[in-house]
């Protein structure tokens, strides 16, 4: 075992062990992502994500495609939604989505997806179900305005100058 002077030349001399690396820096380094990684990580679950929300409208108008319209269309929501973690990390991900700004959309988003799937399972009412999609594609976009300085302020008053 090092004593605490041994300890002390080591860290600053820069000539720390692994061993003297606390858990969570060794778990962190041990899973930190390239930065080539992180792009190809969000692409690949982003694209996926669109292909399943294209490919549930696309299903809609097949038997029984309000099921599979409806859970390919929030799937794929999620996933575009998720693919972000890739790009800043699922904790800082996290953070930001309930951060003051945007916590009401992040609910928002949440309870569409829930809504959704509950008017194509349970309800089983198509026209509900077409409402709710639009309106978690709303939410979607509301809550990723959110992440672009002065976007949702810019589209607040093209709305209101149209209405006037």
């Known amino acids: 075992m090092y004593s605490s002077m041994d300890k002390l030349k080591k860290a600053l001399s820069g000539d720390d062990e692994e061993e003297d690396k606390g858990i969570v820096t060794q778990i962190s380094d041990a899973t930190t992502l390239s930065w080539s990684t992180r792009i190809k990580g969000f692409l690949f679950c982003f694209i996926l994500g669109a292909v399943l929300s294209i490919l549930g409208s696309c299903l809609l108008f097949m038997r029984n495609g309000l099921v599979i319209f409806g859970v390919l269309y929030t799937l794929g929501n999620i996933l575009s939604m998720a693919s972000t973690c890739f790009l800043m990390g699922p904790f800082n991900q996290i953070k930001k989505m309930f951060a003051k700004t945007r916590v009401v959309a992040t609910i928002l988003v949440f309870v569409m997806f ?51």
């Not at 008017?119 to 089983?124: L, R, Y």
């Not at 809550?143 to 976007?151: T, V």
């Open 114 to 164: 829930i809504l959704t799937l509950i008017c194509a399972f349970a309800i089983k009412n198509a026209p509900l179900t077409i409402i709710c999609c639009i309106l978690q594609f709303l939410a979607m976009t509301w809550y990723s305005l959110s992440y672009i300085p002065f976007a949702r302020d810019a589209v607040l008053k093209c709305f209101s100058a149209c209405l006037d």
